[in-house]
């Protein structure tokens, strides 16, 4: 059985929730950039039918 002092515990959730804001921001500015070259290239009729906002 693991057996962890509370502050280990607190420094895993605050690590863990780190990579989760980072996964998440690294998502974001992945959509976005998939967004600027579709708008580049002129085809906002697919970017409009999006089903969520992006920008």
């Given at each position: 059985?693991?057996?962890?002092?509370?502050?280990?515990?607190?420094?895993?959730?605050l690590?863990?929730?780190g990579?989760?804001k980072?996964?998440?921001?690294?998502?974001?500015?992945?959509?976005?950039?998939?967004?600027?070259?579709?708008y580049?290239?002129?085809?906002?009729g697919?970017?409009?039918?999006l089903?969520f906002?992006?920008?």
């Open positions: 059985m693991n057996t962890y002092t509370l502050e280990e515990v607190r420094q895993r959730e690590e863990a929730g990579r989760r980072e996964k998440v921001r690294r998502e974001k500015v992945f959509y976005h950039a998939i967004i600027r070259t579709l580049k290239k002129k085809w906002m697919i970017v409009n039918d089903p906002r992006v920008l």
